[in-house]
């Protein structure tokens, strides 16, 4: 089946811990994105990736870091310097940057105390 | 700054209604509109919408886009408990590598 895997579906951390969330999609696609949804709003872009070994930062980069080693792969790390991490963590994927039709993953709902 | 404005934030019907949602937009360079539906996890993908005036359908879901007056309607024709979900819409802009800005989402609850 292809699609788009995110793991873990729920996780927990301490406050100033950094945490890495997966992302793994086997449709080849190019793209690759990272956004959040905090309830009552919309999704926020984050980071997205056109290429292997490419990345740009979205509209709330700060806090956050990403690579792309892998055209499958695209790991969000959530670090202690972002001052709002509880959310829920989406990444999503299109067959290329100009493809705006975007497949989206299951989530991963984030809870930092 | 670019945003996406979605109307009803939330909205309870019964089935068979026919309900309309509503999507404004203020993108620069903008290129297309995009819905999708989102239950309990990942959006789904409902319709793309480049052209002013031409009708998208899918069963009993439509959308259409009005670039003259920046918006965009969902329409659920015949609703059912399966409907109920967060519609997100979403703009996308030329040459920034598929960025899309999303709307808040309208909770759409359909009761029996």
């Known amino acids: 089946d292809g699609g788009i895997t995110q793991s873990p579906k729920y996780l927990f951390r301490k406050e100033g811990q950094n945490v890495t969330l997966s992302c793994e999609q086997n449709?080849?696609?190019?793209?690759m994105y990272w956004y959040r949804q905090d309830p009552g709003q919309g999704l926020r872009l984050i980071y997205y990736?056109?290429?292997?070994?490419?990345?740009q930062k979205g509209d709330i980069a700060e806090g956050y870091s990403v690579s792309r080693e892998k055209k499958e792969s695209f790991p969000l790390t959530v670090t202690s310097a972002q001052k709002n991490p509880t959310a829920f963590y989406l990444c999503?994927?299109?067959?290329?940057?100009?493809?705006?039709?975007?497949?989206f993953g299951p989530g991963t709902r984030l809870t930092v105390t | 700054e670019d945003k996406v404005v979605q109307s009803p934030l939330s909205l309870v019907v019964h089935e068979g209604d026919t309900v309309t949602l509503n999507c404004s937009y203020e993108?620069?360079?903008?290129?297309?509109l995009l819905w999708y539906k989102q239950e309990k996890k990942a959006p789904t993908f409902l319709f793309m919408l480049?052209?002013?005036?031409i009708e998208k359908k899918s069963g009993r879901l439509s959308s259409i886009l009005d670039k003259k007056e920046l918006f965009s309607i969902l329409n659920i024709t015949a609703t059912q408990t399966g409907d109920s979900a967060i519609y997100l819409c979403?703009?996308?802009?030329?040459?920034?590598?598929?960025?899309?800005?999303f709307g808040q989402g309208t909770e759409l609850s359909v009761k029996p």
């Open positions: 480049t052209s002013s005036g």
């Open positions: 449709l080849n696609h190019d793209a």
């Open positions: 999503a994927s299109s067959i290329t940057v100009s493809s705006y039709e975007q497949y």
């Open positions: 990736s056109q290429i292997v070994n490419d990345f």
């Open positions: 993108v620069t360079n903008f290129r297309s």
């Open positions: 979403a703009g996308s802009i030329y040459n920034q590598g598929g960025k899309l800005i």
